[in-house]
């Protein structure tokens, strides 16, 4: 059974960075084929990538945001982690990590989110 | 970035009756190896979404068989064939051919 789940602050100030963990089981991501997937949401609007890597930790990020963006991961503590500098009030979003099949090339399992508000 | 177009926003439809949830690619979604990366999920209220449909129209485990996914190159579709109540929420089309992946708009279920 796969799952993930999100943790990290959820308010952070103007200018900070912030740094976010997705802790999973159920998988390991040295088995080829699989990553984690980062993904937003403002409240009321629509889901946007934010950043993906793979078993073999090639990574890919949002051209908008890759100048702010690190996406690592720690296969012998089952987590990856996103880092996002430079806060600011319209990164105001529920964050959700999900499990990436390469095979199809999408998102399967998602954790169930963390809203992160930044304001000062 | 390949531009995903989702219509109409907002789908008020009957409890039974069918709804149909259009989404539109700027540039064709084969990919090099012959497939076709453009999958269906579902956001129910307060929930995290959930994968329905990948590959154009493959249903994922345990997911009703009144939801097809149909369409091809930049044109595609997801219909049920007879809403229940339990379907409300928001549907998001999203690409995987092209990086950046990119998400549609959305499609908001309503009861009538």
């Known amino acids: 059974q796969i799952t993930l789940k999100e943790s990290g602050p959820t308010l952070v100030k103007p200018t900070q960075t912030l740094t976010l963990t997705c802790t999973f089981s159920g998988f390991s991501l040295s088995t080829s084929g699989v990553g984690v997937g980062w993904i937003r949401q403002p409240p009321g609007k629509a889901l946007e990538w934010l950043a993906l890597i793979y078993w073999h930790d090639d990574k890919r990020y949002s051209p908008s945001l890759k100048s702010r963006l690190t996406i690592t991961k720690d296969t012998s503590k089952n987590q990856v982690v996103l880092t996002m500098t430079n806060m600011d009030p319209v990164d105001t979003a529920t964050y959700y990590c999900a499990h990436w099949v390469q095979g199809t090339k999408t998102v399967d399992y998602w954790g169930q989110g963390t809203l992160v508000t930044v304001s000062s | 970035d390949v531009v995903m177009t989702q219509s109409p926003l907002s789908l008020p439809v009957t409890l039974g009756q069918p709804a149909s949830i259009s989404c539109r690619s700027s540039?064709?979604?084969?990919?090099?190896?012959?497939?076709?990366?453009l999958n269906w999920f579902q956001q129910r209220p307060g929930q995290s979404p959930r994968r329905l449909i990948y590959?154009?129209?493959n249903r994922d485990s345990g997911v009703p068989d009144r939801f097809s996914g149909s369409g091809s190159g930049t044109d595609f579709t997801l219909k049920i064939s007879r809403v229940e109540a339990e379907d409300v929420g928001v549907y998001y089309c999203?690409?995987?051919?092209?990086?950046?992946?990119?998400f549609g708009g959305g499609t908001k279920v309503e009861i009538k």
């Open positions: 590959k154009v129209s």
């Open positions: 999203m690409q995987g051919t092209h990086w950046p992946l990119t």
């Open positions: 540039q064709s979604l084969v990919h090099s190896d012959g497939n076709t990366y």
